[in-house]
């Protein structure tokens, strides 16, 4: 079992206090994803806009009882998504910040790309994003046909395409976003992308879950990238691009998973919350819940440690962690409306938000059939054991 230092009690009990600041503000902050701009001098945000930032490009790190916290740990980043989801999945999701896109800058960028996009956060406060999913491909990278080329010799290199299902795309600066150079999977690279130039244009979906998120349609028409955004150019080819996207994904997931497992920690703390007498076979059930979410914590725990050793079984820990999380959220958020009975969604809107949100979860970085075969892989390979 998985346990935490000092430190790390030290920030999950930090950011429990932030998250308490947050759940007045929910439903307001769902209703319009904009309001987010008004609180931004929370310090849930300021940690958020400041990591995942390596030590090396972190001048000012956030600082609590004499511990610097930089984010870039996956048992810190998965103890802290929780504590924020068991409030308000949709508002960590719609923070300013190096977010996903930092992820990849850490993996793939050289030390100028680092400087740049690091040191462009630390000047201001911006949002960024991660495009990869494309319409009618998804999310496999090796099909997907953005093109990233240049028509000239020595012209600039430009990117056509379309993304879908990107998160804070319009409200970014910059962004990762992955295309192809050429037919094959080596062909497949990430590039730094500013939204500022001609030829970029991001629409948000209507969704009912993760609202804070602003789900976007990203249009890409001849949009120029200098040459020495394209990440991983120090890299050979088989370590870039595709191997890239799984690298990043892989460090990705145990964070989404503690995003699903704090959605469910909070619909379970709700109903102890708001129906202090239970029947019996109720109060039975709420216990079988709490152990479920203690031991799907323990599995999300394992993945983010894992992060942190460069296991070798990362890959399929952090889709188990993945899978077995967003299941949980979806169910532990359904039986807790039924505490409420039929007007449950009506009457609780807070529990009714948790509900939707669950959904959602299932769909970022690959749905369970995708988690599920990355850990088939896994065990086949030996990469993880059953116990």
């Not at 992955?178 to 939204?195: C, I, M, N, S, Y």
């Not at 076979?281 to 050793?309: P, S």
């Not at 070798?312 to 409306?337: D, F, H, I, M, N």
Request: with cysteine; charged share 25%.
């Amino acid at each position: 079992m998985t346990l935490l230092d000092e430190r790390l009690r030290t920030l999950q009990h930090t950011a429990r206090e932030w998250a308490e600041q947050l759940r007045p503000l929910a439903l307001a902050l769902e209703e319009d994803p904009d309001r987010v701009r008004d609180h931004l001098d929370l310090p849930l945000f300021s940690y958020l806009s400041r990591t995942p930032v390596p030590r090396a490009y972190q001048p000012d790190p956030i600082t609590v009882d004499g511990q610097a916290y930089y984010g870039t740990g996956g048992l810190e980043r998965v103890v802290f998504c929780e504590e924020i989801a068991a409030v308000d999945a949709g508002m960590l999701l719609a923070a300013p910040g190096p977010s996903l896109s930092g992820v990849l800058v850490s993996l793939l960028g050289d030390e100028e790309q680092q400087s740049w996009f690091y040191g462009r956060l630390m000047e201001r406060t911006s949002w960024t994003f991660l495009a990869l999913t494309e319409p009618e491909r998804g999310s496999d990278a090796a099909s997907l046909t953005t093109s990233l080329t240049s028509r000239e010799k020595d012209g600039p290199l430009l990117l056509n395409g379309a993304k879908r299902f990107i998160g804070n795309a319009a409200r970014s600066d910059v962004g990762v976003v992955f295309a192809r150079t050429r037919p094959g999977p080596l062909g497949v690279v990430a590039a730094l992308v500013e939204t500022g130039g001609p030829g970029f244009e991001a629409v948000p979906f209507e969704t009912v879950g993760l609202r804070g998120n602003q789900i976007c349609e990203v249009r890409l028409t001849d949009v120029e990238v200098p040459a020495e955004r394209v990440l991983g150019r120090h890299l050979s080819p088989t370590r870039r691009g595709l191997m890239g996207a799984v690298q990043g994904f892989n460090r990705l997931r145990p964070g989404v998973a503690a995003l699903a497992l704090g959605i469910a920690r909070g619909a379970y703390e709700y109903v102890v919350a708001h129906r202090r007498t239970l029947r019996a076979d109720e109060a039975a059930g709420l216990e079988r819940m709490a152990l479920r979410i203690e031991g799907v914590r323990r599995l999300v725990y394992r993945a983010g440690a894992a992060v942190d050793r460069d296991d070798p079984g990362l890959g399929a820990l952090a889709s188990a962690a993945k899978a077995r999380a967003a299941q949980l959220a979806e169910e532990v958020t359904l039986e807790a409306l039924e505490y409420f009975g039929p007007g449950a969604r009506l009457e609780h809107p807070l529990l009714d938000k948790f509900a939707r949100d669950a959904r959602g979860v299932e769909f970022m970085e690959g749905t369970r059939n995708i988690q599920r075969l990355n850990v088939f892989q896994g065990l086949s390979q030996g990469k993880i054991d059953r116990g």
